[in-house]
């Protein structure tokens, strides 16, 4: 009965959607569609159909990684049996002030895939809280699992997830693990779907130069009805951009949430120190610490080291998203603040690793990183610049374009596999425009960070000058570039 109400409910939205569109449309002056005129709805759209062609391409390219690349793959490495097997799976979690509730369907779904999936196995749990630990052991308890099921302890002080990484990787290191070994590091709020690690580890038999790859990511958002649509939009993206940087075996990051690496990788002290205590060297901010961003870290590390990247789209987790604040505009802004800046910090850096490190596509993704924060914003900009001097048609035939295109855009996202609602078009042109805008902001402050779980930030140990001169550059250089950008659209219009 919920899934007839949710259906019915959703084609309501879609219904009134539609007839908004229409409404705009019957409101319009019939030159907006007449091809012979300068108010052509398509000309006005012109003017960021470039922006549009980068996605184009991950489309193309995630579509032939997924419906043709992908599945060729996984016959290979299904013919290969028994010799892609590991020598032994260890599952690193890492959880700090997690609910105890999402902490035992956690540990839980990792103690049954280490039990089903036939391989010798060591669950690692990097914990911080004595809670945990009792729950863990009544929980391993229950299970009972078979004498090749192994369970270890690593307790940390509370002071951030790549310590508790850090702390995982030496005690695996412990153990001495061979080359045929592999590590999957699980984030404490992520429940296993059962076979994910049979799914996963046959690609680094067959590909040899492959020193991590990562999960599809499917999500439970403990929150509204907008903040749930929203997250569930972000891995529809993420599922389409992984697909097409899969086909040439360069995803962009090893996400907290479920990744695997050889155990070669994460007991090699470089790759440690990566994870650890990452930096950036800024020509203005300074040199300071990644407090965030492991995911970003760890993927930098493997491109310096010399390995490849991969993603298998069949090998599904399942997050629980809890929501830094009750308001989603409040809740979306943090969470932006937090993934664009580990975006950010990392992206300079990445390109310095060069084309013949990266080759060429990856190359031009991360040069689109760093361009798209301002390319977001022209086509709203030209018509609010458009309307104020030649009426407010040109604001109108703006909004039909970009209600069109986000519903197109939305169609698309259903292609991969995820499920799309009503919402979407709406939440895309929002986190367009309101990304766009965050990037810019922590672009010039890419020092400024926090977690959004815990109360944690980093603290340089500054002097009052070098606050004073971080804080006041940084506004300066984003009034100077936002005034430069402005300047040029009226320039230009």
Request: aromatic share 12%.
């Amino acid at each position: 009965m919920d899934r007839l109400k949710n259906r019915l409910l959703e084609a309501s939205g879609w219904v009134f959607y539609l007839s908004l569109l229409g409404v705009m449309a019957l409101a319009l002056p019939g030159s907006v569609f007449d091809p012979e005129s300068r108010n052509y709805l398509l000309l006005i759209g012109a003017i960021g159909i470039w922006r549009y062609s980068m996605g184009a391409v991950h489309f193309v390219r995630g579509m032939l990684f997924l419906y043709l690349v992908y599945p060729h793959y996984r016959r290979k490495a299904r013919r290969l049996g028994t010799a892609a097997d590991p020598s032994h799976v260890y599952l690193l979690v890492t959880s700090f002030r997690i609910d105890a509730l999402t902490t035992a369907q956690v540990y839980r779904s990792v103690i049954e895939e280490a039990i089903n999936c036939d391989y010798p196995s060591t669950v690692v749990c990097s914990i911080v809280e004595l809670s945990d630990e009792l729950l863990i052991k009544n929980l391993w308890a229950k299970l009972n699992p078979p004498e090749r099921v192994k369970l270890g302890f690593v307790r940390i002080p509370g002071t951030g997830k790549r310590d508790g990484l850090a702390y995982g990787f030496r005690a695996i290191s412990r153990y001495l693990p061979d080359a045929r070994a592999v590590v999957a590091v699980v984030d404490g709020d992520t429940v296993l779907s059962p076979g994910v690690v049979r799914k996963t580890v046959p690609y680094f038999q067959l590909f040899p130069n492959v020193g991590g790859l990562t999960t599809n990511e499917f999500c439970e958002v403990r929150g509204g009805y907008i903040m749930s649509e929203w997250h569930k939009l972000r891995f529809a993206q993420r599922h389409l951009n992984m697909c097409s940087m899969a086909l040439n075996k360069r995803v962009l990051t090893m996400t907290g949430r479920m990744s695997v690496f050889r155990a070669e990788v994460v007991t090699d002290p470089a790759f440690i120190a990566d994870v650890e205590s990452d930096y950036l060297e800024h020509w203005r901010l300074g040199r300071f610490q990644f407090l965030t961003g492991d995911d970003k870290s760890s993927w930098f590390s493997l491109m310096r080291l010399g390995y490849d990247t991969f993603y298998v789209p069949d090998a599904t987790i399942n997050t629980v998203e809890h929501p830094p604040e009750k308001s989603f505009l409040k809740a979306s802004r943090k969470l932006m603040f937090r993934w664009y800046g580990n975006n950010l910090r990392q992206n300079a850096r990445a390109l310095g690793l060069g084309r013949k490190r990266l080759g060429w596509f990856t190359s031009l993704v991360l040069f689109d990183q760093r361009v798209s924060m301002w390319t977001s914003l022209l086509g709203l900009s030209v018509a609010l610049i458009a309307s104020i001097k030649y009426g407010i048609v040109f604001m109108m035939v703006y909004l039909l374009w970009i209600g069109l295109t986000r519903l197109v855009l939305s169609l698309l996202l259903a292609c991969s596999g995820h499920h799309i609602g009503p919402a979407y078009p709406v939440i895309l042109y929002y986190n367009q425009i309101v990304g766009a805008l965050v990037k810019i902001y922590v672009f010039f402050r890419l020092d400024r960070q926090s977690w959004t779980r815990q109360d944690t930030k980093l603290d340089r140990g500054l002097l009052s000058f070098q606050r004073w001169f971080n804080t006041w550059s940084s506004r300066a250089m984003t009034f100077s570039a936002a005034s430069i950008f402005i300047a040029t659209l009226l320039v230009l219009v």
